[in-house]
């Protein structure tokens, strides 16, 4: 089956420093892959996306790049700020009409100022 | 701006009582969906719809059930609630590309 594996958390650095959180994936085909971020007290908001290899995601200073050879879509943020706290999913979609994601199972990342 | 509602942010209920979570999405999306989310587990989808009256187990179907009578509503059902039906509960719509908006999620806390 269909299944996303991510660094787990917590993962705590200091305003500024350089973020990478890693996420893989086993999946038959070429599924979609997704970053979402959960805010304290919030649902989830869909942060970056990549439909194909090589494809590279990116919004509010992330990125995550589509890797097929490793099967894998790090994140990642030059200089972080104490607003990036949050809880980050990597999801997959290898499914057709509306099958759900595959969600990782979430990395807490904390920003020191 | 989609928005994706659910009826309450937090709710208390008792072993054995009946519980229904609503979820309302107010952009004419063919597809939604219910997780459960929590601590070490992330995310696990629970159902899901892609038309109204229309329903497929997810992962975890056990001890759920939901409703879809309209478009914009789903609803999710627990028969009997039990302790380890305590979680989050979040509710997403999709309009059949693979990208989903969720909803502020539901703490359901079962004494």
């Known amino acids: 089956g269909n299944s996303v594996t991510q660094m787990e958390g917590p993962v705590t650095l200091s305003e500024e420093a350089f973020l990478t959180i890693n996420c893989t994936y086993t999946a038959t085909g070429y599924p979609s892959l997704f970053w979402y971020v959960q805010y304290p007290g919030e649902g989830l908001q869909l942060l970056l996306k990549?439909?194909?290899?090589?494809d590279k995601g990116s919004n509010k200073g992330f990125e995550a790049t589509y890797r097929k050879e490793t099967t894998s879509f790090h994140l990642e943020k030059g200089s972080v700020q104490v607003s990036d706290s949050a809880v980050y999913f990597c999801?997959?979609?290898?499914?057709?009409?509306?099958?759900?994601?595959?969600f990782g199972k979430g990395t807490h990342l904390i920003i020191q100022p | 701006d989609v928005k994706v509602t659910q009826s309450s942010r937090y709710l208390v209920k008792r072993t054995g009582e009946k519980v229904f979570l609503e979820c309302v999405q107010d952009?004419?999306?063919?597809?939604m969906f219910w997780y459960r989310q929590d601590p070490g587990l992330g995310l696990r989808l629970i159902y899901f719809s892609y038309d109204v009256k229309m329903k497929e187990k997810g992962d975890i179907p056990e001890g759920y059930s939901v409703s879809r009578e309209k478009k914009e509503r789903f609803s999710l059902i627990l028969e009997s609630a039990s302790t380890n039906q305590t979680s989050m509960y979040l509710c997403?719509?999709?309009?059949?590309?693979?990208?989903?908006?969720f909803g502020p999620g539901t703490r359901l806390t079962v004494l």
């Open positions: 952009m004419d999306h063919e597809n």
């Open positions: 999801a997959l979609w290898a499914g057709g009409g509306a099958d759900g994601l595959t």
């Open positions: 997403a719509s999709s309009p059949g590309t693979q990208e989903q908006f």
């Open positions: 990549a439909t194909k290899a090589d």
